[in-house]
């Protein structure tokens, strides 16, 4: 599976495809068997050199959609993965993903949204690695486009010029 941005792409994918299913209170639930492209050293400048490291896990996206009575249209999203991963040394580690956003257009602007994102990824385990990375910023999705303003990061998560050039968070 090619490596995503943040969930805010397969949010914005899964609000378009089937396989999900509606939650009580309007909420649209889709469970996401995950594998990734390895992370490596070449880069995650957090991780020692030579490090390689491959990983599965299970997601879980829960999004709810509402527009008030003014017509303004906000999306809500939680996203959570789990699984494990091991280094190229054989060395086991659990990891653990969470993005959460809110975003919302406006009526001068029906198809831009934009709102906080919140992102964060963890890896520790039996082996020497440990491995935190993430972000708080504006996000913005223009049609596809997508922008992100960032307000605090650690990590060295993504390349925010570039989103979907990752760095140490491989969501």
């Not at 949010?11 to 639930?29: I, K, Q, W």
């Not at 789990?82 to 659990?94: E, L």
């Not at 993430?134 to 570039?162: E, M, Q, R, W, Y």
Request: aromatic letters at 8%.
């Amino acid at each position: 599976m090619k490596r995503l941005v943040v969930s805010a792409a397969a949010v914005m994918a899964l609000l378009l495809s089937a396989g999900t299913v509606a939650a009580g209170g309007g909420a649209t639930v889709e469970t996401i068997p995950m594998s990734f492209a390895p992370l490596t050293s070449e880069t995650c400048s957090s991780l020692p050199p030579g490090t390689s490291i491959t990983w599965s896990g299970t997601g879980q996206s829960i999004t709810r959609i509402s527009t008030d009575a003014s017509g303004v249209t906000t999306i809500g999203n939680v996203t959570h993965a789990h699984g494990i991963a091991a280094d190229q040394d054989g060395n086991t580690y659990n990891f653990n993903y969470t993005n959460t956003f809110r975003i919302s257009n406006t009526l001068a602007d029906p198809a831009v949204f934009s709102g906080p994102m919140v992102d964060s990824f963890s890896l520790a385990g039996q082996g020497p690695i440990r491995l935190h990375a993430g972000f708080v910023a504006t996000f913005t999705n223009d049609a596809g486009t997508f922008h992100f303003v960032p307000l605090n990061s650690f990590g060295d998560p993504i390349k925010f010029t570039d989103p979907w050039a990752h760095r140490c968070d491989p969501l």
